[in-house]
């Protein structure tokens, strides 16, 4: 190619007609189509800017408005060195800045041979927005003239074909970082539409340009479909004026510093890539870091926003010619895929012994499997941190790893290879196996089955067991080499926060794996794998981790200003509220320890480096003695802001469902401290954001020993019956007393009766607990909540009738006193009823109470949307049965991707708080 032409523009777009030749230029660009040897250059008021553009040119064309006293509206063209003359009758300071160019352009003999201006006359230059009429008539005689000249250069112009209309279509969501430009790339040229697609602060913004018919079928698309990973919250579609395009085009990303959305969740391999590592052929063939756009790592890479390779912990690694040749072709799978990697290229295994240092195995995964089969615990660097690893199958590689891990009774989840052998441990409906299968590849929670293979020491008499599917290369290939269930949980002792840096994982499970099966790439970010049920019909989220980090729960009304929430105290995590939309942080967990109080400033600290905020308004639970209070009250804000436990459940319901209030809460959980400094939990509320009316409770529990009954349950059980029996218990009908040493039983008994004054609970966990532990005989849980769940589970299924109760309604709140329940619920033992429908008339008599309380509350403040919320309603049983139950009376919300428990508080803390930081503006 010889010199180029170069066609510059010129003019201050700013100042009404003076922007005459960059309209006209923009107008060139859009009806024509040049070869590469034709170069359109916005020149605007740059002076000698310019300089190596005229320099450069073989050929220069300047579009521009002239001042010559000629009429206001004509076209002129001048040639060689007339130009500098049209120029120097002074119209705008622009034009003397090009006026000097030329002339020391020609000064070092550099001017371009050929030369021409095509102008219009212009009154003048003022600030304006728009041109003035004669001279935006004169645009399309500008045009023609530049193409005659240009064609009269011999440089080849050809009309593009004018589009016969427009489309532009906004779409909001998790839509970046998912392939899906490129897919909408493959849609727009399978209609032959013309336009582009670019990431913008908010998602995507798609410009497209053909036949109507062909632009609806192409919009009918979008709306049905999505590729995997995606998802689109709204997608807002517009008619624009046709234009003319050069085909369809992937744009780069409009830059406004605001790309809050850019990160998206891990997801689990996907089939295509799958396939590729089963072929022989592949060049990626049993490549453990295998991914492509539709899966892999993304938040746990993720150094920065927006995300781009160079802002994840692949930066590291140099793509090789193979593997950026895919990066870059819009047309691959790969196109993008920030993590992608090949053999030559990307991170590898390493097979390690106990103290970390590498072990030589040509095939660490070989070497990984046959360890796990020989009974030994193996730490597994994954995605978001380490994994313990031990053949499930094996009774005494369980046993060794509960003891080492110091873990109670709590199941420890189970990875297997598929669906067909999940199949074979736990009972499993079409949702749940729809969950297993999901992207997001949660740990799901099931019915066990009785003779599931498995050793008894995974899930010691639970009900239910927590399985989930391989979701990385790495999981598939070792799953397939093991060949059994693997026992995969969380690397840490205890409560501890999980391990996800090579150094401190060393030195955190030295002693508590046998062998590690690392890798190089860097984690950046912790990330708990997320565990998920089927409740009511629905897949509900009760723990979020991996796979829904970081997606954004959109709020009804925009936050007034960022809001950081602090979280609870058990199963912690943090929430970020900014603009439109709340951002809850991973899964930190119970801050019962130093490791865990880090974590949950790093979760913090991470949370505003990637949003770019710092919040200063800051909102923490009631509770003084809460690690998550003290942390809010030691972060530098203009406002701290405690709120009531229950009032943020219900909150964070309503935030999940869009309900900006007011609504009745209904909020059951263990525990959480109420403002008379009782312990709630059995709570019916009337809320609107920033307040809340306590309408209804539970007749409170005395709980003998304090915090010491949470475990103890035989103590709550006494209780029940003590208050029941008005002091004088029937303790023969129940085995469960016998078995106690019979002096605690007699002291605990003198505490009740000597009435002096001890912690009240109204928590409906606790109920649970003492039915649960007089109907199992169980006098201790193994751990919080254990025998809740037991109890749960038992229940038989069908319609049972619920026992009697009483509301007071003579106070305020009003009491549910389940006195009578206690008292029918003793008969029927008495009378040797199985456990299994006393557990079902239970579960009827809480639903039943329930629903009184709220339809009296209904016909009070008039028919409002009722939320369910709080631990108790992962209770599939009660959320069914409350929800059947109050259909009839008002719209009834459950909980489904923010955690009914208190995994999800916080995002109720930051809507809470913003309602009140408005109110005290
Ligand atoms: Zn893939
Ligand atoms: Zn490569
Ligand atoms: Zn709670």
Request: proline share 7%; aromatic share 6%.
């Amino acid at each position: 190619m010889g010199r180029p032409a170069v066609v510059l523009g010129l003019g201050n777009p700013l100042m009404g007609d003076d922007r005459a030749g960059l309209a006209a230029l923009e107008a060139l660009r859009s009806a024509f189509a040049f070869e590469p040897d034709v170069q359109l250059e916005d020149g605007g008021a740059l002076g000698l800017a310019l300089l190596p553009t005229v320099e450069d040119a073989g050929a220069l064309l300047v579009l521009d408005a002239v001042h010559l006293g000629g009429t206001i509206g004509t076209v002129v063209e001048r040639e060689g060195d007339e130009i500098p003359r049209c120029l120097s009758i002074k119209l705008s300071p622009h034009q003397v800045g090009f006026r000097e160019t030329l002339a020391l352009a020609g000064l070092r003999g550099k001017l371009p041979a050929r030369m021409a201006l095509v102008g219009v006359e212009v009154a003048g230059a003022e600030y304006a927005e728009p041109l003035s009429a004669p001279v935006a008539h004169a645009v399309p005689r500008m045009v023609d003239a530049a193409v005659v000249r240009l064609s009269a250069w011999g440089f080849k112009v050809q009309a593009r074909a004018v589009s016969a209309a427009g489309r532009k279509i906004r779409i909001r969501g998790t839509v970046q970082g998912v392939g899906f430009r490129p897919w909408v790339y493959h849609l727009a040229h399978a209609h032959g539409l013309g336009g582009a697609v670019r990431n913008d602060a908010s998602g995507v913004t798609i410009e497209a340009f053909g036949d109507a018919p062909a632009l609806d079928a192409f919009v009918g698309t979008l709306v049905r479909e999505t590729p995997p990973g995606a998802v689109i919250e709204t997608l807002d579609c517009s008619p624009v004026d046709a234009r003319a395009t050069d085909g369809f085009a992937i744009a780069a990303s409009a830059v406004d510093g605001d790309l809050r959305l850019s990160i998206p969740p891990e997801r689990a391999t996907c089939d295509a890539c799958l396939a590729e590592m089963a072929d022989a052929s592949n060049r990626r063939q049993g490549y453990a870091f295998t991914n492509c756009t539709h899966c892999g790592p993304r938040y746990t890479i993720a150094t920065e926003a927006p995300y781009d390779r160079a802002a994840t912990t692949m930066a590291a690694f140099e793509m090789c010619p193979a593997c950026r040749r895919e990066y870059e072709d819009p047309g691959d799978r790969r196109f993008h895929a920030e993590p992608n990697a090949c053999p030559a290229c990307g991170p590898a295994l390493v097979w390690c012994d106990a103290s970390g240092a590498a072990l030589d195995a040509e095939d660490p995964i070989a070497a990984a499997a046959a360890a796990l089969r020989e009974g030994c615990i193996v730490a597994v660097k994954g995605l978001g941190g380490y994994h313990l690893a031990c053949d499930a199958t094996s009774e005494g590689a369980v046993a060794r790893l509960r003891a080492r891990k110091g873990r109670d009774e709590k199941p420890f989840a189970v990875m297997v290879g598929d669906l067909r052998a999940a199949a074979e441990l736990a009972h499993l409906d079409a949702g749940e196996r729809a969950l297993l299968e999901a992207p997001e590849r949660p740990i799901v929670l099931a019915k066990r089955r009785v003779e599931a293979p498995i050793a008894a020491a995974v899930a010691p008499d639970a009900p239910l067991v927590g399985l989930f599917l391989p979701y990385s290369p790495l999981h598939h290939l070792l799953l397939a080499a093991v060949a059994r269930p693997l026992v995969m949980t969380s690397a840490n002792r205890a409560e501890e926060p999980i391990a996800f840096r090579d150094d401190d994982a060393r030195v955190r499970l030295a002693g508590l794996a046998d062998r590690f099966l690392i890798h190089d790439r860097v984690i950046a970010a912790p990330c708990d794998d997320s565990v998920a049920r089927v409740i009511a019909g629905r897949p509900t989220i009760l723990r979020r981790g991996r796979g829904w980090v970081p997606r954004p729960t959109r709020v009804a009304r925009a936050f007034a200003q960022p809001v950081l929430a602090c979280g609870a105290h058990w199963k912690n995590a943090v929430c970020i509220g900014v603009g439109d939309a709340a951002w809850l942080g991973p899964h930190v967990g119970d801050l019962e320890s130093l490791a865990a109080y880090e974590a949950l400033e790093e979760s913090v600290e991470r949370m505003c480096h990637l949003l770019r905020v710092r919040p200063e308004i800051v909102a923490h639970d009631l509770h003084p003695e809460f690690l998550s209070t003290r942390f809010a009250r030691s972060w530098p804000a203009a406002a701290t802001i405690a709120v009531q436990h229950h009032h943020a459940h219900v909150a964070s319901a309503m935030g999940e469902h869009g309900l900006s209030g007011p609504v009745l809460g209904v909020a059951y959980d263990g525990t959480g401290q109420g403002q008379d400094g009782a312990s709630w939990g059995g709570e019916i509320l009337l809320v609107r954001l920033g307040s809340f009316e306590r309408i209804a409770t539970f007749r409170p529990l005395r709980l003998p020993g304090g915090e010491v009954a949470i475990r103890q349950v035989w103590r709550l059980a006494l209780a029940l019956l003590d208050d029941a029996f008005l002091g004088d218990p029937p303790l023969h009908v129940f085995p469960l007393f016998a078995g106690l040493a019979p002096d605690e039983l007699a002291r605990v008994r003198t505490l009740l009766a000597s009435g002096f004054p001890m912690p009240l609970s109204h928590g409906v966990g606790r109920l649970f607990d003492a039915v649960g532990s007089l109907l199992l005989g169980r006098s201790v849980a193994g751990y919080e909540g254990q025998v809740a769940l037991l109890c749960n589970e038992i229940a038989a299924r069908g319609p049972h009738a619920p026992y009697p109760f009483d509301v007071e309604r003579d106070g305020e709140p009003w009491l549910i006193d389940l006195r009578p329940m206690v008292r029918s619920l003793v008969a029927d033992c008495l009378a040797g009823e199985a456990p299994t429908r006393i557990s079902a008339r239970f579960h009827e008599t809480l639903v039943a109470a329930t629903v009184t309380v709220v339809s009296a509350a209904v016909r009070r403040h008039g028919s409002l949307p009722v939320v369910l919320t709080g631990g108790c309603f992962q209770n599939p049983r009660l959320a069914k049965g409350v929800r059947a139950a109050l259909a009839a009376h008002a719209e009834v919300y459950l909980h489904a991707d923010v955690p009914p428990g208190d995994g999800g508080l916080a995002l109720g803390q930051a809507l809470v708080a913003d309602a009140r930081s408005r109110s005290c503006v």
